[in-house]
């Protein structure tokens, strides 16, 4: 019995002072906010909007459109914020021809530290058979892979905190050299979206200390007690 309870006091305290990975928790995508324009254009100039819950989303007379993730204070107690992912949803149907295209400039506007130049991402949606828009190619910005949409941008998020504010991303749509969507029935739009990860507050080194002792002297107590039985 003794031999058991200083191997089971052993095996705790190992627990205790091995590091251990902490899955990042995920809330899934929220929707901050869309937008599209008229029928037949190519910017969203005079287009539509579709903020969701409280998202926001304006459009200014150039075209240029801006969107705002709210602020988020969902936190799990004892957890706290390690990154924030935005995913940049852009598409377009209906190619004035082959050839065609339509790029979506993204720019960070408030809310994170974006790369220097007034962080930029731009998304090139073209068209090689004059039927749809088949390929989406990330051409500048912190995503330059050809081909992958929507285009998912990760910022790393310090000092652990439990709530975070709003961010505002602008973006505008223009055509190509090869001319954009069609006049009669072609349109296009752009949503963004975001997502917080979040882990676990590791226990400070002084609780595990302590937690650890309490431990060793309960294995060295019922040994005591074992040898005077």
């Known amino acids: 019995m003794k031999k058991c309870l200083v191997v089971l006091t052993g095996i705790m305290l190992l627990a205790l002072f091995v590091p251990t990975a902490s899955a990042s928790l995920f809330t899934g995508y929220m929707d901050c906010g869309g937008v599209g324009s008229v029928t037949g254009t190519t910017g969203f100039v005079g287009g539509s909007v579709a903020?969701?819950?409280?998202?926001n989303v304006t459009i200014n007379a150039s075209?240029?459109?801006?969107i705002t993730c709210p602020a988020y204070a969902s936190i799990p107690a004892g957890d706290y914020i390690t990154q924030i992912d935005l995913q940049l949803q852009d598409d377009a149907h209906k190619p004035s021809a082959s050839g065609a295209s339509v790029i979506d400039n993204w720019n960070g506007v408030s809310g994170l530290t974006f790369a220097t130049n007034n962080w930029l991402e731009s998304i090139t949606m073209l068209s090689t058979t004059a039927i749809n828009f088949d390929k989406c190619i990330p051409t500048g910005g912190m995503v330059t892979?050809?081909?992958v949409c929507p285009v998912v941008l990760s910022f790393t998020v310090t000092g652990q905190p439990t709530t975070f504010g709003a961010i505002v991303l602008s973006v505008?749509?223009?055509?190509?050299?090869g001319g954009g969507v069609a006049a009669g029935n072609g349109g296009d739009s752009a949503d963004l979206y975001i997502q917080y990860e979040y882990s676990p507050v590791a226990?400070?080194?002084a609780t595990l200390g302590l937690m650890g002792g309490a431990l060793l002297g309960l294995g060295i107590f019922g040994s005591k007690k074992l040898r005077r039985s």
């Not at 903020?51 to 998202?55: L, S, T």
């Open 145 to 147: 892979t050809g081909g």
């Open 63 to 66: 075209g240029v459109a801006q």
């Open 172 to 177: 505008q749509a223009i055509a190509g050299s």
């Open 203 to 205: 226990p400070e080194p």
């Open 51 to 55: 903020p969701p819950g409280n998202g």
